[in-house]
């Protein structure tokens, strides 16, 4: 069974900062896709990025980029220039690319934005 | 992007009563929509699948009589807590996936269900 990994509960970024968060999954599958959503308290999840496992190169939105390592199952998010609409909780999540569409998500790392 | 609207947003009822909660996807037709559990404080739980016209799909440990979900059509899911106990009283998410080849679940911005 697939299982994904967010080691970090909280970080903390001051304003305008650089802040990479963490994900590891697992998976005996070749083909998939992997995510990142946002969770402001308003708790409306949102799309940050996405990934194809078969693509080499890394996705990029904006202030917001992944390092993707396929060989190593991690799926880090890298926002730069943080800003304080950043602070939310902060999801990974996988999915298969066929059969079930359903997500497996992280347990999500709370991201303070400091003034 | 695509919109899912959740409707009630907040929802206070008696123990013993039932519950129906709308998940409509506005701008899109949704074959596939799902329904989780929040906890305060935890990630989201899968609660099932559902797929326009057929019956959902249940994770385990997930009550099928409590929970009855009913996709009647491609831009309509609703949710109905049967028999609502305080221990019911949590926050519910819907998302919904475009199309055939859509790959990107798009949510619902949830339904805080009390039971008192």
């Known amino acids: 069974a697939q299982t994904v990994t967010q080691s970090q509960p909280e970080m903390s970024v001051q304003e305008a900062e650089t802040v990479t968060l963490s994900c590891t999954y697992d998976?005996?599958?070749?083909?998939?896709?992997l995510f990142w959503y946002k969770q402001p308290p308003s708790r409306q999840m949102i799309l940050v990025i996405r990934?194809?496992?078969?693509?080499?190169q890394n996705a990029t939105e904006n202030r917001f980029s992944v390092n993707f390592q396929k060989a190593a199952k991690s799926f880090s998010l890298k926002i730069s220039d943080s800003q304080l609409g950043d602070a939310a909780m902060y999801f990974c999540?996988?999915?298969?690319?066929?059969?079930?569409?359903?997500?497996?998500f992280g347990t999500g790392t709370r991201l303070k934005v400091l003034a | 992007g695509a919109v899912v609207s959740q409707h009630p947003s907040w929802v206070i009822c008696k123990s013993g009563t039932s519950v129906k909660i709308e998940c409509r996807s506005l701008?899109?037709?949704?074959?596939?929509m799902f329904w989780y559990r929040q906890f305060p404080k935890q990630s989201l739980m899968l609660m099932a699948t559902?797929?326009?016209?057929?019956?959902?799909?249940?994770e385990q440990g997930v009550e099928k009589d409590k929970f009855l979900i009913n996709h009647a059509s491609l831009t309509l899911s609703t949710l109905t807590v049967t028999s609502a106990h305080p221990e019911d009283s949590s926050f519910y998410i819907c998302?919904?996936?475009?199309?055939?080849?859509?790959?990107?679940?798009?949510f619902g911005a949830g339904t805080r269900l009390s039971v008192l």
């Open positions: 998302s919904a996936k475009a199309g055939l080849g859509g790959n990107i679940q798009y």
């Open positions: 998976t005996s599958e070749s083909d998939y896709y």
């Open positions: 990934q194809e496992a078969y693509k080499q």
């Open positions: 999540a996988y999915r298969r690319q066929s059969g079930t569409y359903k997500y497996i």
């Open positions: 701008d899109f037709q949704a074959t596939t």
């Open positions: 559902s797929n326009e016209g057929s019956k959902a799909t249940y």
